[in-house]
């Protein structure tokens, strides 16, 4: 029997649903010829851009309007040109674990405003690299910046307002303060999607525009108001039309929306709901977008439980995308902020400040083994036995470099994935074996099983499902 991979992660609440784990794979959906409905495909993995880039936590990329990328990496702002290297452009006045906290950038064309939740904002010229803090009477700090219709626009930390400068200005005023009053919680993020700003709170969502008012450009879009607000702020990013955010309501947490035509639209399954509720902090939670070929992807990181999770916006389906240690442990993605630069999706290391290529093209994170992994959908028959003769992997295979002959390891589960047997190994052809299938025989008896292929190695590889001979028994 044909044996076809057509969801994501998942792994429910309860095994007896589904015990499916999607692991630095993502898939793509194949034309209605195609044997299979999609093929899976190991994500990009990381190049260092330059092994010379300054250490300290990676707190954030942007690409300012003209081109130019810039990192934040510890207390320090860095340009970065197009061979990779860096200069620093000025440092901001934060100590201890303020040096971890994501900040936040925009421009308006001339000047860069850099701002980290602190009372103090800071800003860089895009010409001279000219470094200051800012000192407007009217800057009372914040965690958010973005840019509309010539206004740069920032959140007040801890309240319900935002404010803007003049336009075409770095000069405030200010009367150019509003507060989001739909409902009475704080404003925790901002963003300017398709020329409007989307005032993300605790626990509900307003939506301005501007109306070119006097005494303050923007006000709320009439009859626009969204019920679900952000649990954790850093996890805000928009892409295109859509706006994405890990909320909460007034009535739980925990869900991930997507923003579009002034709706929220749940994305999270049940399944990635409970994974969440088991983590002992969603708050600290940071958003990522990357787009490479025909997909995008928003990818939502937790540092506090370790664990990374990627959405497809093509597909609709989340995989989790994680690294693995030297001792084989896995951890979360080793990226905490992207940005697109130079015609490269680049990504910042969160622990050292390290640039990365998201490279198809390369098979390992940095010199580290990465390990795909891909649970399968429940086998059963009636509620009988079954004995499996016969397991075949369809996979691309001999890829690998000369002298290589990478491997793939299937291992069971006879009690519904609650426990697995010990691994058995096959091979995935040295170079030029593309007609190779890897194949298991032999695999005993189960009333209900649950198959799950690992594998690593340097090669070009991808997974469409399996074959299956199996023949259901007596009882």
Same mark, same amino acid.
């Given at each position: 029997?044909?044996?076809?991979?057509?969801?994501?992660?998942?792994?429910?609440?309860?095994?007896?649903?589904?015990?499916?784990?999607?692991?630095?794979?993502?898939?793509?959906?194949?034309?209605?010829?195609?044997?299979?409905?999609?093929?899976?495909?190991?994500?990009?993995?990381?190049?260092?851009?330059?092994?010379?880039?300054?250490?300290?936590?990676?707190?954030?990329?942007?690409?300012?309007?003209?081109?130019?990328?810039?990192?934040?990496?510890?207390?320090?702002?860095?340009?970065?040109?197009?061979?990779?290297?860096?200069?620093?452009? #000025?440092?901001?006045?934060?100590?201890?674990?303020?040096?971890?906290?994501?900040?936040?950038?925009?421009?308006?064309?001339?000047?860069?405003?850099?701002?980290?939740?602190?009372?103090?904002?800071?800003?860089?010229?895009?010409?001279?690299?000219?470094?200051?803090?800012?000192?407007?009477?009217?800057?009372?700090?914040?965690?958010?910046?973005?840019?509309?219709?010539?206004?740069?626009?920032?959140?007040?930390?801890?309240? =319900?307002?935002?404010?803007?400068?003049?336009?075409?200005?770095?000069?405030?005023?200010?009367?150019?303060?509003?507060?989001?009053?739909?409902?009475?919680?704080?404003?925790?993020?901002? @963003? =300017?999607?398709?020329?409007?700003?989307?005032?993300?709170?605790?626990?509900?969502?307003?939506? &301005?525009?501007?109306? #070119?008012?006097?005494?303050?450009?923007?006000?709320?879009?009439?009859?626009?108001?969204?019920?679900?607000?952000? =649990?954790?702020?850093?996890?805000?990013?928009?892409?295109?039309?859509?706006?994405?955010?890990?909320?909460?309501?007034?009535?739980?947490?925990?869900?991930?929306?997507?923003?579009?035509?002034?709706?929220?639209?749940?994305?999270?399954?049940?399944?990635?709901?409970?994974?969440?509720?088991?983590?002992?902090?969603?708050?600290?939670?940071?958003?990522?977008?990357?787009?490479?070929?025909?997909?995008?992807?928003?990818?939502?990181?937790?540092?506090?439980?370790?664990?990374?999770?990627?959405?497809?916006?093509?597909?609709?389906?989340?995989?989790? &995308?994680?690294?693995?240690?030297?001792?084989?442990?896995?951890?979360?993605?080793?990226?905490?902020?992207?940005?697109?630069?130079?015609? =490269?999706?680049?990504?910042?290391?969160?622990?050292?400040?390290?640039?990365?290529?998201?490279?198809?093209?390369?098979?390992?994170?940095?010199? @580290?083994?990465?390990?795909?992994?891909?649970?399968?959908?429940?086998?059963?028959?009636?509620?009988?036995?079954?004995?499996?003769?016969?397991?075949?992997?369809?996979?691309?295979?001999?890829?690998?470099?000369?002298?290589?002959?990478?491997?793939?390891?299937?291992?069971?589960?006879?009690?519904?994935?609650?426990?697995?047997?010990?691994?058995?190994?096959?091979?995935?052809? @040295?170079?030029?074996?593309?007609?190779?299938?890897?194949? &298991?025989?032999?695999?005993?008896? #189960?009333?209900?099983?649950?198959?799950?292929?690992? &594998?690593?190695?340097?090669?070009?590889?991808?997974?469409?499902?399996?074959?299956?001979?199996?023949?259901?028994?007596?009882?």
């Amino acid at each position: 029997m044909l044996l076809p991979l057509t969801d994501g992660f998942y792994t429910a609440r309860s095994i007896v649903a589904s015990a499916q784990r999607c692991v630095n794979l993502y898939g793509e959906k194949n034309p209605k010829s195609s044997p299979f409905p999609f093929t899976w495909y190991t994500r990009p993995r990381l190049t260092a851009l330059n092994a010379g880039s300054p250490f300290g936590a990676g707190r954030g990329l942007y690409t300012a309007s003209n081109g130019t990328l810039y990192a934040m990496v510890g207390a320090g702002l860095y340009r970065v040109d197009s061979n990779w290297n860096f200069t620093g452009v #000025g440092t901001v006045n934060v100590t201890g674990s303020a040096l971890t906290t994501p900040v936040s950038m925009s421009d308006n064309a001339t000047t860069l405003v850099l701002v980290d939740g602190t009372t103090v904002g800071y800003t860089a010229d895009l010409s001279t690299n000219a470094f200051a803090t800012i000192t407007d009477p009217a800057w009372v700090g914040a965690d958010f910046t973005d840019y509309i219709d010539t206004f740069l626009i920032f959140n007040q930390p801890s309240s =319900v307002f935002f404010y803007s400068t003049l336009s075409n200005s770095l000069t405030f005023d200010p009367l150019y303060f509003a507060g989001k009053a739909g409902w009475p919680d704080n404003l925790v993020n901002l @963003q =300017v999607v398709h020329r409007e700003i989307w005032l993300h709170g605790q626990k509900t969502t307003e939506v &301005w525009g501007d109306v #070119g008012a006097a005494q303050f450009p923007f006000a709320p879009l009439g009859g626009v108001f969204i019920q679900r607000g952000c =649990v954790a702020k850093y996890s805000c990013r928009n892409y295109d039309l859509f706006t994405f955010w890990l909320g909460q309501d007034k009535a739980g947490q925990g869900l991930v929306f997507m923003g579009r035509a002034y709706n929220a639209y749940e994305i999270s399954t049940p399944a990635l709901t409970n994974e969440f509720s088991k983590y002992s902090t969603i708050s600290d939670a940071v958003g990522m977008i990357y787009q490479q070929g025909a997909h995008a992807f928003y990818v939502l990181t937790f540092p506090s439980a370790d664990k990374t999770w990627a959405y497809d916006l093509s597909t609709g389906l989340w995989s989790e &995308w994680l690294s693995i240690d030297s001792n084989g442990f896995e951890h979360r993605h080793r990226a905490g902020a992207m940005a697109f630069a130079y015609g =490269v999706n680049v990504a910042q290391d969160w622990q050292n400040g390290r640039l990365y290529n998201m490279d198809l093209n390369n098979f390992t994170d940095n010199g @580290q083994s990465i390990v795909y992994r891909r649970g399968f959908p429940h086998m059963v028959h009636l509620g009988k036995r079954v004995a499996y003769e016969k397991f075949v992997a369809d996979m691309q295979t001999g890829t690998a470099a000369a002298g290589v002959t990478p491997s793939v390891s299937l291992r069971w589960s006879n009690d519904r994935g609650l426990t697995f047997g010990n691994p058995v190994m096959q091979t995935l052809g @040295q170079t030029g074996e593309s007609l190779l299938q890897p194949a &298991w025989r032999r695999l005993g008896i #189960g009333r209900d099983r649950v198959f799950e292929l690992f &594998w690593s190695g340097q090669a070009f590889t991808a997974l469409n499902g399996a074959f299956v001979d199996a023949t259901p028994l007596v009882s």
